[in-house]
């Protein structure tokens, strides 16, 4: 009787931890977090929040979804929508490739030239890393919209012409490094820990930000970053450009004269002010990169060249650093990229889909116990899938070659794999063996993907 009574409070105890634990990662998104519950000594000890926080993510996206339609809007695509999180996984796969190198300078600044000793332990130190971090995001945001060769890096954020929260997840894999010189001034006072959890934290608050289901927070509107303040910098809209470059707290845009509120004088358009249309997450990261060196090379003079580079993407020879006010386009309207697929397609993406995603989190939960040139493999699996699904959203004309290789690659590879589970193995090698046969028939013409069109 004794262990029965023992056992069920076991239970009740496990239970109230799992809903505590979930409770604390849902509460993460808000940056609602128990400082004595998030110190570290070492940047080592860091939990990746990011990570940790995509089924909240999915969860959170879910509800926007039914909250929109509810509203008579239309919701999140799932060609855009699955692309915002095709970004979000490939910079996840090139932290796992860096193993958190882009930190080591860092580090190495704290180790060797800091100025104080703040306790880690303390919550002085908390609070110091929270607003310093967010100080300095600002300055690295601003300079991703100020300077052409980080606009190239970040212009990846800005793709979707859709904003939702999605586009939260919407990352650049490089901008990492790219942005990373912009905080190591904190590596002076902040422990190499506090600085790690709270970079995290800022771009887990500004997920939920992203999306038109929410109208205002009020008086905190004053404060903080809302979806309000970000809808506006997402615009391509002349009055929308270069403001609102805050992470948590917008009170550095109204400090350094960069904030704009909301208006309902016009209707905001999101995206690039040349949009690219695609759903292939590579070409996306990389495309703008080549205008970047297109517009170095047309370039006269050296100084023309390195203002190129550095000075706005909107720059011109004779026109001031982040260009004439008076001839940058105003994006007034603009019909959607998008492309209509049959019913039976988007299952089959979607099943693809989920199967590369349990691959990322399999990878993410086992890649420090594994080789580097097994990490690599994954990583291009992972990342090659992906592509190949978006060009599978655009139907694009390489995709179904592009599929063929693919599913008989990974019909190979899991059969030539020992596999824990050897019925899963063979399920999973049918699967990409009927796959890649039948796109084999879509490339002979016997079977086609009609209805299609490249508007909304």
Same mark, same amino acid.
């Given at each position: ?11 009740? !105890?496990g239970f109230?931890?799992m809903?505590?634990? @979930? ?8 940056? %609602?977090?128990?400082?004595?519950d998030?110190?570290?000594?070492r ?5 990746n ?5 995509f089924?909240?993510?999915f %969860?959170?996206?879910?509800?926007e @979804?039914?909250v929109?339609?509810?509203k008579?809007?239309?919701? *999140? ?5 699955l ?12 932290r ?8 080591y =300078?860092?580090t190495? +600044? ?5 100025l104080?000793?703040l ?8 609070y ?7 100080f ?11 300077v052409?060769i980080?606009?190239?890096q970040?212009?990846? /954020? @800005? ?5 939702n ?10 901008q990492g ?11 002076l ?8 959890? /709270?970079h995290?934290?800022?771009y =887990? ?9 929410i ?7 004053? *404060? =903080?970053?809302?979806?309000? /303040? ?12 270069d403001?609102?470059y805050?992470g ?5 845009d ?9 208006t !309902?004088?016009?209707? +905001? ?10 759903f292939?997450?590579l070409?996306?990261?990389? &495309?703008?990169?080549n205008? #970047? *060196? ?6 006269n003079t050296?100084?023309d060249? #390195?203002r190129? +580079?550095?000075?706005?993407?909107s ?9 004439d006010e ?8 603009r019909?959607?990229? !998008?492309?209509?697929l ?6 089959y993406?979607?099943?693809h889909y989920?199967i ?6 399999? =990878?993410a939960s086992?890649y420090?116990?594994?080789?580097? +040139?097994?990490?690599?493999? &994954?990583v291009?699996? *992972?990342?090659?899938? %992906? ?9 694009s004309?390489?995709?179904?070659l592009?599929?063929?290789v ?7 590879f899991?059969?030539?794999v020992a596999v ?6 063979t399920g ?5 063996v009927?796959s890649?046969?039948f796109?084999? %028939?879509?490339?002979l013409k016997?079977l086609e993907?009609?209805?299609?069109r490249k508007?909304?």
């Amino acid at each position: 009787m004794a262990d029965a009574v023992f056992a069920n409070a076991t239970s009740e !105890d496990g239970f109230s931890d799992m809903v505590g634990d @979930h409770l604390k990662g849902i509460g993460r998104l808000f940056y %609602l977090h128990s400082p004595k519950d998030t110190m570290f000594e070492r940047k080592e000890d860091v939990p990746n929040f990011f990570r940790q926080s995509f089924p909240y993510f999915f %969860l959170f996206m879910i509800m926007e @979804h039914i909250v929109l339609r509810m509203k008579g809007k239309p919701g *999140i695509r799932l060609n855009d929508g699955l692309t915002s999180i095709s970004h979000g996984i490939f910079q996840e796969c090139g932290r796992i490739l860096w193993r958190g190198a882009e930190s080591y =300078l860092y580090t190495w +600044i704290y180790v060797n030239f800091r100025l104080v000793d703040l306790p880690w332990d303390q919550t002085f130190t908390w609070y110091a890393a929270a607003l310093g971090v967010d100080f300095c995001y600002y300055w690295m945001h601003r300079a991703c919209h100020e300077v052409h060769i980080l606009w190239a890096q970040h212009q990846v /954020h @800005h793709t979707s012409e859709d904003f939702n929260m999605g586009v939260g997840i919407r990352q650049s894999v490089l901008q990492g490094w790219c942005g990373f010189a912009f905080y190591l001034p904190l590596a002076l006072v902040i422990p190499p820990a506090q600085f790690v959890m /709270h970079h995290q934290f800022s771009y =887990l608050y500004m997920f939920w930000i992203h999306t038109e289901a929410i109208k205002s927070l009020g008086p905190l509107e004053y *404060i =903080l970053n809302s979806p309000s /303040h970000h809808r506006v910098h997402h615009g391509s809209n002349k009055y929308c450009l270069d403001v609102n470059y805050g992470g948590v707290l917008i009170i550095w845009d109204r400090l350094f004269g960069t904030f704009k509120p909301e208006t !309902d004088k016009f209707e +905001i358009v999101y995206g690039l002010i040349y949009n690219q249309p695609s759903f292939n997450p590579l070409y996306l990261q990389a &495309f703008y990169n080549n205008y #970047v *060196i297109e517009k170095f090379n047309k370039m006269n003079t050296f100084g023309d060249k #390195v203002r190129a +580079i550095v000075w706005g993407p909107s720059w011109e020879p004779g026109t001031p650093r982040l260009g004439d006010e008076d001839i940058k386009i105003d994006v007034e309207n603009r019909d959607k990229f !998008d492309v209509k697929l049959p019913l039976w397609c988007n299952v089959y993406l979607v099943a693809h889909y989920t199967i590369v995603l349990y691959g990322f989190f399999e =990878l993410a939960s086992k890649y420090m116990g594994m080789t580097p +040139i097994s990490v690599l493999i &994954f990583v291009f699996y *992972i990342i090659a899938s %992906l592509t190949i699904i978006g060009m599978l959203f655009d139907n694009s004309k390489y995709a179904a070659l592009s599929e063929v290789v693919r599913c008989s690659a990974l019909a190979f590879f899991t059969r030539s794999v020992a596999v824990s589970s050897p019925a899963l193995a063979t399920g999973l090698q049918v699967f990409y063996v009927a796959s890649a046969m039948f796109w084999c %028939l879509n490339i002979l013409k016997f079977l086609e993907i009609k209805k299609t069109r490249k508007v909304e």
